[in-house]
């Protein structure tokens, strides 16, 4: 009765017992690939197309509505920033009276 029964087990990966250069090399190809498993479309026409247009936008907001965003976060965040520099050199350039 014991004979009918099956064992399977899962084993797990183990580590290679010489890690020589053969060793190294072998894992750092399966890490580490260029490859890409999805192929994408190639759309560097698309956008040469949209970015050589004379349609009097220019060029930092012609990605559309994320380019716009970004252009605008930028220029707060650089006015802020200034201003808080001329804020802080301000207050450093006037020391505090000793009582």
Known sequence: M???L???AILLPQPP???GLQA???IGQRTISTASRRHFKNKVPEKQKLFQEDDEIPLYLKGG???ALLYRATMILTVGGTAYAIYELAVASFPKKQE
Do not use: E, G, T
């Open 6 to 8: 099956l064992v399977q």
């Open 24 to 26: 190294l090399r072998q």
């Open 2 to 4: 014991l004979r009918n």
């Open 17 to 19: 017992k010489y890690l």
């Open 65 to 67: 509505v994320a380019d």
